[in-house]
């Protein structure tokens, strides 16, 4: 078993990229007396259109570096890792690494609200092609609201548009077309719409300037904040063991410069970034 310091340090926030700072972000309004480690996989995004044994091989890799950072609190902000990889780690890996850390997802907070926001029970999920195939969403809501359709639609696009910040021009705007056109041909009782993909927010509003009124857009971030909070209320040895000095750190597995310049895009903050190699 690896010998983690189990002195407090911040919580760690993971994502393959940098969609993952929509959710610090609405995480750090919510509780920012909080520390946070971020780090982004950016040498090896996309996770969407990995297999299931690479995302949880990368992810398993940043889950350790974090561990080894102190973090006793892990939270994977990125889809394609909690639909991929969540269960696998906190069910066989966290009892060989260390009992007592925890690793959170995305996914479930979302899913946890998804019944008291749809009245017809006909929902849809924009998400990456391995979201979208892992087919997490509609499984995990079919375990608490049996009665819910879910309707997926992959969005391959939107990441791309997104990280070369191009997601306000005009071409974004075919694509937001597209994708909202074929998921409600799937189903015209659709009245609730996942944004299943931490970048997504970025386009939210290009999303709803197209949709009917009667069809609401849901956001992960406020939910994964406010499912955070109820978390360290209810496990206050956890939050004994998280710092709270009001400070992000930042890391990448690809160039600090380039992260900075990439992160401008999500944050309205300038940040410092460093670079660490991944065992």
């Known amino acids: ?31 920012p007396r909080y520390d946070y480690i971020y780090l982004g996989d950016n040498a090896r ?4 259109s990995r297999s299931f044994d690479v995302v ?3 992810t398993l890799q940043c889950v350790k570096q974090l561990f080894e950072q102190g973090c006793h609190l892990v939270i994977l902000a990125c889809n394609t890792a909690s639909a991929k990889a969540l269960r696998t780690i906190q069910q ?39 979201t979208i195939q892992s087919e997490s969403y509609p499984l995990e809501i079919k375990k608490l609201y049996p009665d819910i359709r879910v309707v997926g639609e992959a969005c391959p696009m939107f990441v791309p548009l997104i990280e070369n910040n191009e997601h306000n021009d005009a071409g974004a ?43 609401q857009v849901v956001s992960q971030g406020r939910y994964v904040a406010a499912s955070l909070a109820t978390y360290l209320l209810r496990h206050p040895e956890i ?8 400070k992000v750190s930042y890391y990448t597995t690809e ?24 065992d």
């Open 173 to 215: 705007d075919f694509f937001v077309q597209k994708y909202i056109s074929e998921l409600l041909a799937k189903d015209n009782k659709i009245d609730t719409i996942i944004l299943g993909c931490t970048h997504y927010p970025l386009l939210q509003q290009k999303i709803k300037a197209i949709l009917p009124d009667k069809i």
């Open 92 to 130: 066989n890996d966290l009892a060989q690494l260390d009992p007592h850390r925890r690793v959170l997802g995305v996914i479930r907070p979302t899913v946890e609200e998804i019944g008291n926001i749809t009245h017809t029970r006909h929902v849809g999920l924009l998400g990456t092609v391995g």
């Open 239 to 246: 939050d004994a063991k998280c710092t709270k000095g009001g």
């Open 255 to 278: 160039s600090p410069e380039k992260f900075i310049s990439s992160a401008s895009i999500f944050l309205n903050i300038t940040i410092d970034a460093q670079r660490v190699a991944l």
């Open 1 to 31: 078993m690896p010998h983690y310091t189990q002195t407090p340090a911040p919580i760690g926030i993971f994502d393959s990229g940098y969609g993952g700072l929509t959710i610090l972000n609405d995480i750090q309004k919510l509780l």
């Open 56 to 58: 949880y091989e990368y």
């Open 45 to 48: 995004t996309p996770y969407g």
